[in-house]
């Protein structure tokens, strides 16, 4: 049993390295591309999160509809 948990934790160990270098590549080009300011109240908002309306960004829903 103690080998079994031995055997576990190494594995996790590797897992927690391997996805946390790619995490740390992924995330890094993230920040310098997928970042818009929002044309209503000027909160930066993730690209994949920002609501489009005509040719312009916002950071939600709310702020697309709004007028004025
Ligand atoms: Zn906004």
Known sequence: MAKFLLLLAVSFAFFYWFFSKIGVK????KE???TIKCE????YAAR???IVKGGRYYCSKECAEMKG
């Open 40 to 43: 209503r109240c000027g909160v």
């Open 48 to 50: 994949s999160e920002a």
């Open 32 to 34: 310098v591309v997928d």
């Open 26 to 29: 992924k995330r890094g080009n």
